[in-house]
């Protein structure tokens, strides 16, 4: 097919990347391979970055953390199967948390197919179940096309990724196409009806509360749902790791539905005669594993707004189930003028929410065992971080101070996975200091967790990009040793951990390290850490007994043998 725009040839890898350029792409994260070298040589003559990382796991949580906070796909590159296997991580998060991400991987020469060739493999078969789409490029000719539809399935609806296999011979074939056009946003907006509707639901509910979650929000979606609980009074509650969706200094503010609820805010929800959740789908742990909310029908009122029509009634059966972007239906509900009849209805409601939240996020009151303690150095953080700080974090008991403790007030300052990813902190971590250099980035990482991406304090390093480290050492998996102690108490297998001189490990590949081992050390040495202008590490050494915020290991153990005993 000749292209009349476009008379020059190019080759494969060459029109991919104009792709890219016409998509907006401007940095792309990967680890080389030679099954893509016609990619990277494209990319030479283009002002994208590459981000060059050490494993291709950590690349890919990488493009996933730059999509939550620019907006646009996350672009990875990784070779065929190893490294794709290695990226498969990375493409669950995208997967769980609705984020838009391209995943290119290099493929085997199309002639070779089904002869178990050097690392072949169907990526048909290995991402159809974790991506929205996932093909490979047979035919050059098509590659504006292909990606053109990567970029809107991925973007499209509820976000996702997309993966896309390159064969190495295509991308040396050389044609003359035209370049696709820019993939531009369908809108989704609700209808008057809805709206009305909506307000009308809203009038005859005592109880009510707002749930936000889920992704496609963005500063203006934030900024009107702040605008709608000023005006209603509504209590607003955030879903697990979306907390940066409204500001916990607000007085409607109630709490977020996560790990480590606060039962007052459990209380509530099943207390309430009608929820409105906005972008999110309450899964299992918002739901507290589909608990908070009869399924199909919920006890209470519910008005489910979604970006996607097909999570719309596939759990929860709605009241009013509404196909619209967070943005588009908070904005039709402030221009309503019906809106003025719920002025500051349900303040005193909010009023109350607020105190619970306060006085459950009191770190003074928190008695953790230890030396160096977790209340101790989140109340300090706390004072000293400027409100848009981007904190980081993966998977592990750690991570519950973080998330109870911490007061998140802007939108663009969390990344953090609702899959339970263990090693997302640290590249999410580099992926944040790379996009915003002008902000302080924190990555909170436990041991185990650390040790899962931690060779990507390499790429912080080669990037210049000074964020703090904080990890949380206690010589163990917490997370699972804490669900051993409760379901076989004393029997304790697979979860201890040898650890390193993180400190030491800072500073072998040239940044800042700091080891930690009481409260009165902490704050300075985080001084220290900030100011050094490089990547740092401190190495907090804790109490294995402060498991969590309310109960010490011993204590869950010692409950757990009353429990077998009783049930004996």
Same mark, same amino acid.
């Given at each position: 097919?000749?292209?009349?725009?476009?008379?020059?040839?190019?080759? @494969?890898?060459?029109?991919?990347?104009?792709?890219?350029?016409?998509?907006?792409?401007?940095?792309?994260?990967?680890?080389?391979?030679? +099954?893509?070298?016609?990619?990277? !040589? %494209?990319?030479?003559?283009?002002?994208?970055?590459?981000?060059?990382?050490?494993?291709?796991? #950590? /690349?890919?949580?990488?493009?996933? $953390?730059?999509?939550?906070?620019?907006g646009?796909? #996350?672009?990875?590159?990784?070779?065929r199967?190893?490294?794709a296997?290695?990226?498969?991580?990375?493409?669950?998060?995208?997967?769980q948390d609705?984020?838009?991400?391209?995943?290119?991987?290099?493929?085997?020469?199309?002639?070779?197919?089904?002869?178990k060739a050097?690392?072949?493999?169907?990526?048909?078969?290995?991402?159809?179940?974790?991506?929205?789409?996932?093909?490979?490029?047979? !035919?050059?000719?098509?590659?504006?096309?292909?990606?053109?539809?990567?970029?809107?399935?991925?973007?499209?609806?509820?976000?996702?990724?997309?993966?896309i296999?390159?064969?190495?011979?295509?991308?040396?074939?050389?044609?003359?196409?035209?370049?696709?056009?820019?993939?531009? $946003?369908?809108?989704?907006?609700?209808?008057?009806?809805?709206?009305?509707?909506?307000?009308?639901?809203?009038?005859?509910a005592?109880?009510?509360?707002?749930l936000?979650?889920?992704?496609?929000?963005?500063?203006n979606?934030?900024?009107?749902?702040?605008?709608?609980?000023?005006?209603?009074?509504?209590?607003?509650?955030?879903?697990?790791?979306?907390?940066?969706?409204?500001?916990?200094?607000?007085?409607?503010?109630a709490g !977020?539905?996560?790990?480590?609820?606060?039962?007052?805010?459990?209380?509530r929800?099943k207390?309430?005669?009608?929820?409105?959740?906005? @972008?999110?789908?309450?899964?299992?742990?918002p739901?507290?594993?589909?608990?908070?909310?009869?399924?199909?029908? %919920?006890?209470? +009122?519910?008005?489910?707004?979604?970006? &996607?029509?097909?999570?719309?009634?596939?759990?929860?059966?709605?009241?009013?189930?509404?196909?619209?972007t /967070?943005? $588009?239906?908070?904005?039709?509900?402030?221009?309503?003028?019906?809106?003025?009849?719920?002025?500051?209805?349900?303040?005193?409601?909010?009023? *109350?929410?607020?105190?619970?939240?306060?006085?459950?996020?009191?770190?003074?009151?928190?008695?953790?065992?230890g030396?160096?303690?977790?209340?101790?150095?989140?109340?300090?953080?706390?004072?000293?971080?400027?409100?848009?700080?981007?904190?980081?974090?993966? %998977?592990?008991?750690?991570?519950?101070?973080?998330?109870?403790y911490?007061?998140?007030?802007?939108?663009?300052?969390?990344?953090a996975?609702?899959?339970?990813?263990?090693?997302? #902190?640290l590249?999410?971590?580099? /992926?944040?200091?790379?996009?915003?250099?002008?902000?302080?980035v924190?990555?909170? /990482?436990?041991?185990?967790?650390?040790?899962?991406?931690?060779q990507?304090?390499?790429?912080a390093?080669?990037?210049?990009?000074?964020?703090?480290?904080?990890?949380? &050492?206690?010589?163990?998996?917490? *997370?699972?040793?804490?669900?051993?102690?409760?379901?076989y108490?004393?029997?304790?297998s697979?979860t201890?951990?040898?650890?390193p001189?993180? $400190?030491?490990?800072?500073?072998?590949? #040239?940044?800042? @390290?700091?080891?930690?081992?009481?409260?009165?050390?902490?704050?300075?040495?985080?001084?220290r %850490?900030?100011?050094?202008?490089?990547?740092?590490?401190?190495?907090c050494?804790?109490?294995?007994?402060?498991?969590?915020?309310?109960?010490?290991?011993?204590?869950?153990? !010692?409950?757990?043998?009353k429990?077998?005993?009783?049930?004996?």
């Open positions: 097919m000749k292209n009349d725009l476009n008379k020059t040839a190019r080759s @494969g890898g060459e029109i991919l990347v104009a792709q890219l350029l016409k998509q907006g792409v401007d940095r792309v994260f990967c680890v080389p391979g030679e +099954s893509y070298l016609a990619v990277l !040589d %494209a990319l030479y003559d283009t002002d994208i970055q590459i981000i060059i990382c050490r494993q291709e796991g #950590g /690349a890919a949580m990488m493009a996933e $953390a730059y999509a939550k906070l620019s646009k796909p #996350g672009v990875c590159m990784v070779t199967a190893p490294g296997t290695n990226a498969y991580a990375g493409v669950h998060i995208a997967n609705s984020t838009p991400l391209i995943l290119l991987v290099g493929q085997i020469d199309t002639g070779m197919r089904e002869r050097f690392q072949e493999m169907d990526y048909h078969a290995v991402f159809g179940d974790q991506s929205k789409w996932a093909t490979e490029i047979d !035919d050059v000719e098509r590659i504006p096309e292909l990606m053109s539809r990567a970029f809107h399935i991925a973007t499209a609806g509820n976000p996702g990724p997309v993966v296999a390159l064969p190495e011979n295509m991308l040396v074939q050389r044609a003359e196409v035209q370049d696709a056009p820019t993939v531009k $946003a369908i809108p989704l907006n609700p209808s008057q009806q809805q709206i009305e509707s909506t307000i009308s639901m809203l009038q005859k005592e109880n009510p509360i707002l936000a979650g889920g992704s496609r929000w963005s500063k979606a934030v900024d009107e749902l702040i605008k709608f609980a000023d005006k209603s009074g509504i209590p607003v509650a955030v879903e697990f790791r979306r907390q940066m969706l409204f500001p916990h200094s607000h007085p409607c503010y !977020d539905v996560g790990l480590g609820i606060n039962p007052k805010l459990v209380q929800l207390d309430s005669d009608c929820i409105m959740l906005v @972008g999110g789908s309450m899964s299992e742990v739901s507290q594993s589909y608990t908070l909310l009869n399924i199909p029908k %919920a006890a209470q +009122s519910l008005i489910h707004v979604h970006p &996607d029509i097909h999570e719309l009634n596939r759990v929860y059966q709605a009241d009013l189930a509404v196909n619209s /967070a943005e $588009a239906w908070l904005q039709g509900l402030n221009q309503a003028a019906a809106l003025t009849t719920l002025d500051r209805k349900w303040h005193s409601l909010s009023q *109350t929410a607020h105190e619970d939240y306060l006085a459950w996020t009191d770190p003074s009151k928190n008695q953790s065992p030396d160096l303690t977790m209340a101790h150095m989140m109340s300090l953080l706390r004072e000293k971080l400027p409100k848009d700080s981007i904190m980081c974090n993966g %998977a592990g008991n750690y991570a519950t101070w973080l998330h109870r911490y007061r998140f007030e802007q939108y663009g300052t969390q990344l996975p609702t899959s339970g990813s263990m090693g997302y #902190g590249p999410a971590a580099v /992926a944040a200091k790379q996009y915003a250099p002008d902000k302080t924190i990555c909170f /990482a436990g041991d185990g967790c650390f040790m899962m991406h931690g990507e304090f390499a790429t390093i080669q990037y210049d990009l000074p964020i703090v480290v904080l990890i949380f &050492d206690n010589g163990m998996y917490g *997370t699972i040793r804490m669900h051993q102690e409760r379901d108490p004393d029997r304790v697979g201890y951990l040898k650890n001189d993180f $400190a030491a490990y800072a500073k072998a590949f #040239g940044g800042h @390290g700091e080891r930690v081992e009481r409260n009165e050390e902490f704050e300075a040495a985080f001084d %850490a900030l100011s050094s202008g490089k990547p740092a590490i401190i190495h050494l804790m109490n294995p007994e402060a498991i969590t915020p309310d109960r010490t290991l011993s204590q869950i153990r !010692d409950n757990s043998k429990i077998v005993y009783i049930r004996a």
